[in-house]
């Protein structure tokens, strides 16, 4: 059974870099036709979509976060890791690592999320 466990640093000081684990205690993060997701949510406000890395390793990223956004994985010990650059209070929000199974044809659906994060940035 799925179970993502997250760990990271709540403060972060403006221009440094977040980094983020997520681990599957449950498994494996090469499962065929799933994804390993980051997500956030400012205070207020709705989630945002960070990026994913699927089964294989391929990662993509939101286009306002591409420059800054990194997931990396380390399929050994079943973790994927987000690295956010350049940090800026606007990044302050509750990040969390997310799974979804991917259907196909534009199909998936969430089943997993992480205990998620309260990131502050200040300094």
């Known amino acids: 059974q799925v179970q993502l466990q997250q760990s990271g640093p709540g403060l972060v000081k403006p221009s440094q870099t977040l980094s983020l684990s997520c681990i599957n205690l449950?498994?494996?993060?090469?499962?065929?036709?799933?994804?390993w997701t980051w997500v956030r949510q400012p205070p207020g406000k709705g989630l945002e979509w960070i990026g994913r890395m699927s089964y294989s390793g391929f990662d993509d990223y939101s286009t306002t976060l591409k420059s800054r956004a990194s997931i990396s994985r380390d399929t050994s010990k079943s973790q994927f890791t987000l690295q956010l650059t350049s940090l800026t209070p606007e990044d302050a929000a509750t990040y969390y690592c997310?799974?979804?199974?991917?259907?196909?044809?534009?199909?998936?659906?969430?089943?997993?999320w992480g205990q998620g994060t309260q990131v502050t940035v200040s300094s």
């Open positions: 997310a799974r979804f199974y991917d259907y196909g044809w534009g199909n998936h659906r969430y089943d997993s």
């Open positions: 449950g498994g494996s993060i090469t499962s065929r036709n799933y994804w």
